[in-house]
């Protein structure tokens, strides 16, 4: 039975989310439960912001890793550094993590080397354990702890996956882009820019996203969209805008691009 304090009341500066289903319930869930967290979803969908907004709800400390190519266990659990003259013992985000009873985010943990799942297993199961062979200790995480990771399905291939045997130790949500009329409100509210302005960005959106798996990889992110309204709340031109956050983050093929931009100027033009 867990023996977590009950929830403290929404800290005012905890990051804006606009909770689309019951994705904020079930977090709270899998925290007071003591289990592990999957979420799955396109990039720039919100799953960032999510776990930053949950954790501030929460109020616990978030140590979050953007995962990498080179990141090793080492680089999550820590190493001995030479400080002063001395060698000392540093912790990692992880280690810190389970030592303060806080959450640790990995995004996009796929990217990480395997050495990294390896260390991540005692912590997924019953046993909440975290080792530490440099140091000799084996550190039991308290139930204020949580292990919450991510990953984009979209660029996953067979040598960047999570296998079955990970994948299974974690409760899992799923994350998409917002339906339009939240979606909206999400990018007026971030950016300032008018509501009516607003949906017609996020309408073109809709129009540019048609495209992913033909000739885009990856749609029209919230993200982008917030940065695109951003720009032209601060006074730029909505076609430059557009083009800034619009198309060039999306592609580099010249030909995409103009017919990215040939839509825009439909809408906007």
């Known amino acids: 039975m867990s023996h977590i304090a009950p929830l403290p009341e929404l800290d005012q500066e905890a990051p804006f989310y606009q909770p689309v289903a019951n994705e904020c319930a079930l977090f709270e869930q899998a925290y007071q439960q003591r289990l592990p967290l999957l979420l ?15 954790a501030a709800k929460l109020g616990r400390p978030l140590y979050t890793v953007s995962c990498h190519d080179d990141l090793t266990a080492a680089d999550l659990t820590g190493r001995y550094l030479l400080q002063g003259g001395e060698t000392r013992w540093v912790d990692g985000p992880l280690t810190r993590a389970v ?79 917002p339906p339009p009329d939240i979606e909206c409100g999400i990018v007026a509210r971030e950016s ?27 749609g029209v992110s919230t993200r982008l969209l917030v940065y695109c309204a951003t720009l032209i709340q601060a006074g730029m031109p909505i076609l430059t805008a557009a083009r800034a956050t619009l198309v060039e983050p999306l592609t580099d093929d010249l030909d995409v691009q103009e017919g990215l931009m040939e839509a825009i100027n439909a809408t906007f033009g």
């Not at 799955?40 to 949950?54: D, E, I, L, N, W």
């Not at 300032?192 to 302005?197: C, I």
């Open 99 to 177: 030592r303060e009873g806080g959450i640790c985010y990995l995004d996009e943990v796929v990217e990480a080397r395997k050495d990294v799942t390896v260390v991540l297993h005692p912590l997924t199961d019953d046993r909440r354990l975290l080792p530490l062979e440099r140091t000799g200790e084996l550190l039991e995480a308290p139930d204020d702890f949580m292990l919450v990771v991510s990953y984009n399905p979209g660029y996953q291939h067979i040598l960047k996956s999570l296998k079955p045997s990970t994948r299974q130790r974690f409760v899992a949500m799923s994350f998409d882009f």
């Open 192 to 218: 300032g820019l008018p509501h009516e302005r607003c949906a017609a960005l996020v309408n073109l959106a809709t129009r540019l996203s048609e495209l992913k798996g033909q000739d885009l990889e990856e």
């Open 40 to 54: 799955k979803g396109p990039t720039g969908c919100g799953k960032t912001r999510f776990v930053s907004h949950m």
